[in-house]
């Protein structure tokens, strides 16, 4: 396993971890600028903050600095009530993966979503089947044209506290038998071996408790696992969305799950990704950053 003890050369930062600090929208580009400010070399950052940059000026940013990304938030929500709000998905799914290719990310995150209209506490339908369906079917035809531009889709399963409203994608397992069934060349652990077109991006705050989990990432293998995330699962969680943990401070072990993500071929980033709102939102951005660096350094 790497040693990540004297330096943060494998930290990413998802802008999500510094983006609302003390109830106040922090620019893109002034985490960009911080991130550089102490060595970061890698962000990922979410497609709402890049269009209010603008997309030519984050890129060229990024480039100033020397910057890349460890993945780009994201993609996704493909169920729908009608068959136009299936295509809008489709449309909007095309116009995510030309914005990671023009910032050279390494692979588009997709939070697949689920019923449609829950969020707002209305869903369209409550067939979790259907929309597990309208899931495979919207990847799969997202699959063809990422392909064709050479951008990998990686699935982010999400906790199944989220399987209504966000994701009905909920574990490794799943995830990963929509990639073997869309993608089935199959994950390759061999040295040269180029990432997968679809994958999966493992975030440690949905999958920590899954009695699988070591058997499903050393299936992954090193071309599946595209992204890597962590943070830490506070015990009692105040709030399921945006009480995730500084990592350190809840229960995961962390260091146990990266050697089984290393073990299975990973050489990534660890991509911090943290949302707070009655805690790490309410630090300064600096703060918060130099904390990561920290944290990266002693228990990840």
């Excluded at 399987?163 to 060349?185: G, H, M, S």
């Amino acid at each position: 396993m790497r040693d990540f003890s004297q330096d943060h050369d494998w930290l990413s930062i998802n802008t999500a971890t510094v983006r609302k600090q003390s109830g106040q929208e922090t620019p893109l580009g002034r985490i960009i600028d911080q991130c550089a400010a102490r060595g970061i070399r890698a962000i990922s950052p979410w497609r709402d903050q890049v269009a209010a940059a603008g997309l030519g000026r984050v890129a060229r940013q990024l480039k100033a600095h020397g910057i890349g990304l460890s993945g780009y938030c994201r993609g996704g929500f493909f169920p729908a009530a009608d068959a136009a709000g299936l295509k809008a998905a489709l449309d909007d799914n095309r116009r995510a993966i030309d914005e990671a290719k023009t910032l050279e990310a390494p692979c588009l995150v997709l939070v697949v979503g689920a019923l449609p209209g829950a969020l707002d506490g209305k869903p369209a339908y409550k067939d979790l089947s259907r929309a597990r369906g309208e899931v495979r079917d919207g990847i799969a035809a997202s699959l063809a044209y990422a392909r064709e531009v050479g951008m990998p889709l990686a699935i982010e399963p999400l906790h199944p506290m989220q399987a209504a409203d966000r994701a009905c994608v909920n574990t490794l397992e799943q995830a990963l038998d929509l990639c073997d069934e869309l993608d089935p060349q199959g994950p390759d652990n061999g040295s040269g071996a180029q990432p997968a077109a679809l994958g999966v991006a493992l975030d440690i705050y949905h999958v920590w408790w899954d009695p699988k989990l070591e058997q499903q990432i050393a299936r992954a293998g090193r071309r599946r696992l595209l992204a890597y995330h962590v943070c830490d699962w506070l015990a009692p969680t105040r709030d399921l969305l945006s009480d995730r943990g500084m990592m350190g401070d809840g229960v995961v072990e962390l260091k146990k799950i990266r050697g089984w993500v290393e073990a299975a071929g990973f050489a990534g980033f660890s991509e911090v990704e943290i949302f707070s709102q009655l805690d790490w939102w309410q630090r300064p951005g600096d703060e918060v950053l130099d904390t990561c660096i920290a944290r990266h350094r002693s228990v990840v």
